[in-house]
DNA sequence: GTGAAAGCGCTAACAA
DNA sequence: TTGTTAGCGCTTTCAC
């Protein structure tokens, strides 16, 4: 194994110039700087990553909580690993996957033994019980999704209001008058995480000052269940001519369910949708979405927690901005 | 920070005896280990990865390399991390991610700087660059597939040739005698892996055994070439009863195109797939399947990992039987 | 701008 | 069965 030494030999200086040559945490001459960096290339040192997170109390790793639980899209957690993963290497960084099932115990331990400099915990529920721990490490954290009580934590997560206010707004200008929202399951609303809550406010908001007739239909996740939802959204409003549906699982078989009852996509009826953008690809009529950005809040997350090792300050909060792809499922409403 | 020489202190041993109730590396009084074991308790303490990991050349850490690829079913991927990621803690190892992205280079990153003991590589390709560099590496590993020269590495890996037999026992035990497999685009038999003609052996293989009357289609992934296959696959075979799908993203859209033609599944026509639980239970008409036994293989390529750095030799290849989930889409042959 | 040397916290000889 | 101690390879004061 080449080590400091080694490198220092060879290019005629000390270790620990090599080092400084290395971190850049002290000027080194152009000359010296250059012979280093050639010992280095030629006698393909690389540093031992232990002896260093000995010595400096960095393991340049963090920590990547991922959660197990079902009704999570699998896709969407693959994406947002991969960004970590990618971003942290620009940082110089690698990532340690925990799974949620570690839970608060594996939190402690990477922590206590040193073995990750911050972690970034998906899927926080509204009454996270890895709270109290989070605030009370000394290491750094960056949540994806908001608690109930963010304070002294750093969240990050898709401004939801924001997608719900847009979806209406692409319809209101689309000439649409009466309009729903297919939600998340009821269950989704009462515990758990604020996303589905943040969506109605920002839908009903927007129908509001649009002037625009509205209701919200929270939903089960179950395929089965579009049909009744489609059947009923119709018995109720007859004249609605928008749907917003924030509810994965059942976007494909709602877009059939209206079909079925004579409504052609987006002939008589424009569906838009916050999800994953490959499931809104995949539907048979491809739909108009609000995305997940995935991959953006996995780099922004690892920024996030970069700033914070370097002892900056970061926002609490952070709200993506949603970005709406306008794809078949949407139309100007028919002349009446 | 609590350290070994606290609790050596704290429990009125030396730091070596600590260190040996730990690893238990040498016989420790029944005594003196529990009162190291009260003082570890009481003082919280948890040994530092980094300095471990410099005095015992031993990170406790496997590095797992996740393709990107598209083509690779997303679910399945996560699965087997997931399940790496389980079974190492179980084993007092964590897992680092590495992205393909990083290729060789990576590899040897991690091995050189002593962040990782051992490696998992997952999507291995028939020609893969990184065998010569997995071949030096005095790291052990396991790759997650057969490359064409496997000589001097573990692989692992669900046994396609007998996966593609069960598939047709199956059929043929249900009084089938026409068969037909639809494989996987033309260009994965040319490159790539090798299990898509391990596929086509074994269903060939058991064809004949039972003298079935028996055809093989590659096709391209698009669901959009599934109604063209369903038709030809009648035109060329009109007796044909029995089909074998290995080809994740036809599944669903050829069982849809033999309906259209007028073939009940299972009534006029049995289907078995190659492909992960899952997908098989989405179809409409749930599909009898061999499943993709992610979880296992995340679990069995861990175990071989800590037989190889635990110094014992483990086998060069292991194959996981198939194990068929018997479904709706297979029903015995109509009476002629 | 550079070097010398004292640790970082742990493991594993070696010694008893 | 237990203790003493010399490193593991690096970073970072302190000194020049």
Redesign the pocket.
Known sequence: ????????RHA?????????A??G?????Q???QRVEASIRELG????A???A?????SNVLALVIPLRTGIHVPVVMQFAMSVATTARRHDHDVLLLTQEEGEEGLRRVVDSALVDAMIVMDVQLDDPRLPLLRSLDRPSVLIGFPAEADGLTCIDLDFKAAGELCVERLAGLGHRVVALVGSPPEVYVRRTAFAQRVVQGFTAAAHRNGLISCVHPCEPAPAAAAAVAEQLLREQPALTGVVVHNEPLLEPLVDAFEQLGLRVPGDLSVTAICPDELAESVRVPVTSVALPAAELGSRSVELLMKKLGGKTVPGATLLAPRLTERASTAPRNAP
Chains 1, 2 share one sequence.
């Open positions: 194994m080449v080590k400091i030494t080694d490198v220092a005629g200086v000390s270790p620990s110039t090599v080092s400084y290395l971190s945490k002290r000027p080194i001459s000359e010296t700087r040192y690389r540093p031992h232990g002896a260093r000995l010595a400096s109390s960095r």
